[in-house]
């Protein structure tokens, strides 16, 4: 299986907006399996398309401890979003190295395709909600780092674009028990 190129902030790329899949067929699940193989390989425990130059929105996730419970999101709509929040410190595949705190709403209500391409519902919170409006964000464009400061986030961008200048941005895969992230 073919490993996908994440994205780092401040990839313009990021900021595109996906489209929505027209048919789940065997190319979609294709580029799902791809971008499971890709996630976990990264240690991370989300991955939207777009974070791998798939403007499409899908989105996989596994919070298991595990790495057995795959979560695949396809054309997510959120419907509901509750008013009690939560602040969880965030980290991205996209932004390495860094976190943050982000407050959201605590439990949420999605529509959502799955990997068979049926329409499923599902209602959550916790760690699971939060990575899912996180990878959502990403289907919309924004990244965690556009909830914090402007300072924070400049000064992110300064170090990553320093890092990558260096030759010295990792990849999660490259450091042994690293904290998986969103």
């Known amino acids: 299986m073919n490993k996908l190129e994440v ?3 401040p990839d313009k790329r990021l900021r595109k ?3 929505s899949v027209e048919k789940v067929d065997q190319e979609i699940k294709d580029i799902i399996d ?3 193989f890709t996630m976990y390989e990264e240690k991370g425990i989300g991955l939207a398309a777009t974070q791998v130059n ?3 929105r899908i989105i996989v996730i596994d919070v298991s ?3 057995n419970e795959k979560v695949c999101l396809i054309n997510p709509k959120i ?3 509750s008013e009690d929040t939560d602040s969880m410190e965030e980290g991205c595949l996209s932004v390495p190295g860094f976190y943050e705190n982000v407050t959201r709403p605590k439990d949420i209500k999605v529509s959502t395709l799955n990997y068979d391409g049926k329409e499923i519902m599902l209602e959550t919170d916790g760690l699971l909600s939060t990575c899912i409006q996180h990878e959502i964000d990403h ?3 924004k990244l965690f780092v556009d909830h914090i400061s402007t ?3 400049d000064r992110i961008k300064k170090k990553i674009t320093k890092l990558k200048k260096e030759g010295t941005l990792f990849s999660r895969k490259d450091i042994p028990n690293y904290k998986s992230v969103i």
């Open 151 to 153: 300072l924070k986030r």
């Open 34 to 36: 791809q971008m499971f």
């Open 17 to 19: 907006i996906a489209k």
């Open 7 to 9: 994205l780092h902030f």
């Open 54 to 56: 798939i403007h499409k």
């Open 65 to 67: 401890e595990n790495k």
């Open 79 to 81: 419907l509901l979003l």
């Open 139 to 141: 289907l919309n464009g």
